[in-house]
């Protein structure tokens, strides 16, 4: 299977307070490049240009650290999502909101941070808790919030707009998040796409309203 096409996205970067904004910056690097496990607070302090002191005002401890970086992660990410146009029709809606998700776990630097996390999971599995309960559920949010518009376009039918949610974006990811947790080769951009497109097709044969009866003339 061919690797991703997707070039890396540019690193986003913390907005604070000067300090604490080289903190942060800094910190996001050192854990991208080791790893939780073997970066310390004193690679971190050095590599920000602050004392130790300094680092430890901010966080007292590269748990906390780290907890804050997944937070700040999940938010930007967030803010970068925007619900697509209906005018050219729901299917073509889908697909794109579809190939926004894709694109994330297609890039090289959205799926080295989610590497870090999940590498994380046996000595630190609170963090991972923490990764899914804020990144996961913004994702599923922000699409819950978009099904809920088409069905009240009349565009969708379902019960429960966080189940269709969570449905549309297993349909439309498949086995992308596995593949990324496991550090496993990527499909191409070509690949995804068509696994993305059949899964958008999956979607609205289940939950697109069938057509009322035909009027006689």
């Known amino acids: 299977m061919k690797e991703s096409t997707l070039e890396p996205a540019n690193a986003p970067e913390y907005c604070g307070g000067r300090k604490e904004s ?6 996001r690097d050192e854990f991208l490049r080791q790893g939780f496990a073997k970066t310390s607070m004193e690679a971190i302090a050095r590599a ?3 004392s130790k002191a300094t680092l430890y005002a901010y ?27 209906l005018d050219g029709g729901v299917e073509a809606a889908l697909g794109a909101l ?3 998700f894709v694109a994330h776990f297609l890039t ?29 559920k913004q994702a599923v949010d922000f699409v819950a919030a978009f099904l809920q518009e088409c069905k009240e376009k009349g ?3 379902f019960a429960d707009a966080h189940l269709a949610a969570n449905q549309f974006l297993n349909l439309v990811l498949c086995d992308l ?9 990527l499909p191409n951009e ?12 999956t979607f609205l044969r289940a939950f697109r309203p069938a057509p009322g009866p035909s009027r006689s003339p």
Not at 63 to 85: D, G, H, Q, V, W
Not at 115 to 132: D, G, I, K, N
């Open 108 to 136: 090289k630097n959205e799926t080295t941070f989610f590497q870090t996390v999940s590498s994380e999971r046996a000595r630190f599995p609170e963090l991972c808790r923490l990764f899914f309960n804020t990144g996961q």
């Open 98 to 100: 579809g190939m926004k």
């Open 190 to 201: 070509d690949e995804a796409q068509r696994v993305m497109k059949a899964g958008v097709s």
């Open 59 to 85: 966080f007292p401890s590269k748990e906390a650290l780290f907890s804050y970086l997944i937070e700040n992660e999940c938010e930007m990410k967030r803010a970068l999502f925007t619900p697509p146009s």
């Open 48 to 50: 920000a240009n602050v």
């Open 177 to 185: 998040p596995v593949r990324v947790a496991l550090g496993l080769d």
């Open 155 to 157: 565009e969708l039918s």
């Open 22 to 27: 080289q903190v942060v910056n800094a910190a």
